[in-house]
């Protein structure tokens, strides 16, 4: 015996089994009226649907379990944290590169060679070279514009670890990482941040041929060291007078694995006159930054550099799909190139065992432009309370400074912000939340 149970909210019915056979677990979806009032279910907007486990019973007494299911992404987890004692993972399992390369060597057999990209062989490609320039200027538009956000938006930084906080009030967690953190119960020390603190200073060395020797150790301190984006710029065909790079105009010809020679250029006639590049912006001194006068152009400022961050990462991540760039799985340094340095200069977790040596993997794009990511100030006349840091988000700290200097929230950075989320007024209120 069965019978049939219509909801007044939805546009379907459920089916409750008290007798007969044992039946499996059925799904159905029920998408919502957008015509009923549904007030538990406000946060949903209007893309949702609820998933309903009819289970079989035998008694008059069931139990209906209902899951909500949204097509948008609300609350999603920020990326995880590993310590010094952790291994970062790598982008693509080993397993799933191996079976991928089974796969290319199976469909190789019997097919002509294919030609090698233009990095691998020495050469520019060409269409990359415009994605340089603006991923050097859209870098160099974010630390100017950076330099005048934080004369209005106050952002404080911790003297003893890298966390920073944006906002007139530092928030209270006890997250401090830094040496003495027992002795102050994880309590942070906090200080006035500077652009460094904001956009993390990494550094490789620069590389006069990619495709020449490694870098060895005793040459660690002979060769300069300038920030990852300028050197993957660089390397993409970004000209720098003081930072001179090899440009071939042929092929190499491989004679080994690990050996080549240069092609001779010698036949080849005088290179035409290239067009004129695009002119690289300068970094304005902090003697020279000026705050902006009014609240509109504050605005203004903000929005602009909210697209300088998104192009420079947006660049950055077509550049390293051509050009590749590695990091160490222990410790935060990267190499822009196609193998690593050899410098034995890694003090993370082991590294007597490895002899200093780097692990190196391949990097993604966190790897090369950090995010820092730091708490989200709902409201910036209140501070964070302690006992309500469940639901609270975090975002970069370059769109949090914007975002409190007045500009609009991008999109993909709502998730891990939790916006959604109904923060609660009181702790007794915090304590009944399900």
């Known amino acids: 015996m069965h019978c049939g149970l219509q909801h007044s909210q939805f546009s379907t019915s459920v089916l409750l089994y008290s007798k007969g056979r044992s039946q499996p677990p059925k799904f159905g979806f029920l998408k919502c009226s957008p015509q009923s009032g549904l007030s538990s279910l406000d946060i949903l907007k209007e893309s949702c649907s609820i998933l309903v486990l009819k289970l ?29 004692n952790e291994k970062k993972p790598f982008p693509v399992p080993i397993l799933e590169l191996r079976r991928a390369a089974r796969e290319r060597q199976k469909k190789r057999l019997g097919q002509p060679r294919r030609p090698m990209p233009p990095p691998k062989v020495g050469l520019l490609v060409k269409d990359l070279i415009p994605v340089a320039y603006r991923v050097m200027n859209a870098r160099i538009t974010l630390i100017n514009n950076l330099k005048r956000l934080l004369k209005v938006v106050p952002v404080n930084s911790c003297k003893w670890c890298n966390e920073i906080h944006v906002g007139p009030v530092p928030h209270p967690f006890k997250s401090c990482r830094g040496p003495q953190a027992s002795i102050r119960k994880g309590h942070h020390d906090w200080g006035e941040a500077v652009v460094e603190d904001v956009m993390v200073p990494l550094e ?31 390397q993409a065909g970004v000209d720098l007078p003081e930072y001179p790079t090899k440009r071939r105009r042929k092929p190499i010809i491989r004679i080994g694995k690990s050996e080549f020679i240069d092609a001779d250029e010698s036949d080849l006639p005088d290179p035409e006159p290239e067009e004129p590049k695009p002119l690289i912006l300068t970094e304005t001194p902090d003697t020279d930054v000026i705050p902006p006068s009014s609240e509109e152009e504050t605005v203004l400022l903000a929005e602009e550099t909210l697209q300088a961050w998104e192009k420079m990462r947006g660049g950055a991540k077509r550049l390293m799909k051509m050009y590749p760039v590695r990091v160490c799985g222990y410790c935060p340094v990267v190499h822009v190139g196609s193998s690593g340095h050899k410098a034995q200069n890694c003090g993370a977790r082991k590294h007597q065992q490895r002899n200093g040596q780097h692990g190196w993997q391949a990097a993604v794009l966190d790897d090369l432009i950090p995010p820092r990511y730091v708490w989200h100030v709902p409201d910036v006349n209140k501070p964070l ?46 304590e009944m939340v399900v």
């Open 56 to 84: 079989p019973s035998r008694s008059r007494n069931f139990h209906q379990h209902q899951g909500i299911r949204c097509e948008h992404p609300q609350n999603a987890d920020l990326p995880r944290y590993y310590s010094r």
């Open 204 to 234: 490789c060395y620069h590389l006069y041929d990619r495709l020449g020797k490694r870098i060895s150790h005793e040459e660690r301190f002979s060769i300069p060291q300038i920030p990852a984006v300028v050197e993957l710029c660089i």
């Open 385 to 430: 309370q302690r006992e309500l840091r469940n639901f609270y988000g975090q975002a970069p700290a370059v769109v949090e400074i914007c975002i409190q200097a007045g500009a609009a929230v991008p999109e993909q950075y709502k998730p891990t912000m939790r916006l959604d989320v109904g923060i609660p007024n009181t702790v007794a209120e915090a």
